[in-house]
């Protein structure tokens, strides 16, 4: 059976069918997947039937892998795996994956392993869709903008309002600190698309003050998250979905009444980004060499 593609939404999101990724894909159907993603961002695979082995293998097939966070603790006996678990907090805001340290990842993957009832689903949108969508003068004012990325980033819920358990994690997640300058539109490698490369680990526009960062990032962001460029995606067992981190932001929606919600994440190593004029992003502060390599 060949694969098939399923579009989802117009903007962003497909189904496919037709591969049975728990086995070796030969170089026809990783060709086929690549040319998907480049097309459709994020891609849905159902009836899944992966362990964490069988996820990294599955990744590799689109290059090396990252371990599973600069800073968060993998799963036991699996350095690769980040467990995505509503009892170690929730990411219920935008973001693109580690865009703290100079070389995100390329890609992720996000498999089911504890679906709640109801709620918990994964927000994806495509930046490039954003981009396309700003008008022109707001486009030539972005190509020319860089910002920092930060893991010590401005957390909206003040100190006095968390926890213990919060606070340990708050304090993990920043304990070793990292900034990097990325261009606000970043040149897709392998498409040549342009996507406005931001989210929530963005704090500052280079040259501006914080204040000034704010209203514009605010600005631009609010086009990443226009609900036409957003796919919703709802979980079921068995599950795995794929997505082009260089040029999607995700969000997961912390709506499920705190019923238990584990996904596993494994990520693909990636390249220095690079804006509209050739110039590759710069490491600030922090050294991201014991989490990642640099994709060619």
Known sequence: MSIEISKVT?????????????KPLDEEQVTAIREALNVHKA????????DDEGQQAFARHFGDLTTAHPTVAAVDGAPNVLPVDSER??????????TFVLNPPQASTLRSITVPPYGGETLIASSAAAYRDLPAPLRALADTLWAEHTNDYDYAVPDEQIDEEQAAQRAQFTSIKFRTAHPVVRVHPLTGERGLFIGGFAQRIVGLSVGESRKLLDLFQ??????????????SPN???????????????D???GRPRRLHRVTVAGDVPVGIEGKESYSIEGDASHYTSVAE
Request: no cysteine.
């Open 89 to 98: 907090g929730r990411a219920n805001h935008w973001h693109t994956d580690v």
């Open 239 to 253: 599950q795995l979905v794929l997505f082009d981190n260089r040029i999607t932001q995700h969000y997961a929606i």
């Open 222 to 235: 609010s086009y990443v998250t226009r609900p036409e460029n957003i796919l919703r995606w709802r979980w």
């Open 10 to 22: 117009a903007n962003i999101g497909a189904r496919v069918l037709g591969v049975d990724i728990s």
């Open 43 to 50: 891609l849905a695979f159902d009836d899944v039937h992966l």
């Open 255 to 257: 709506n499920y009444d």
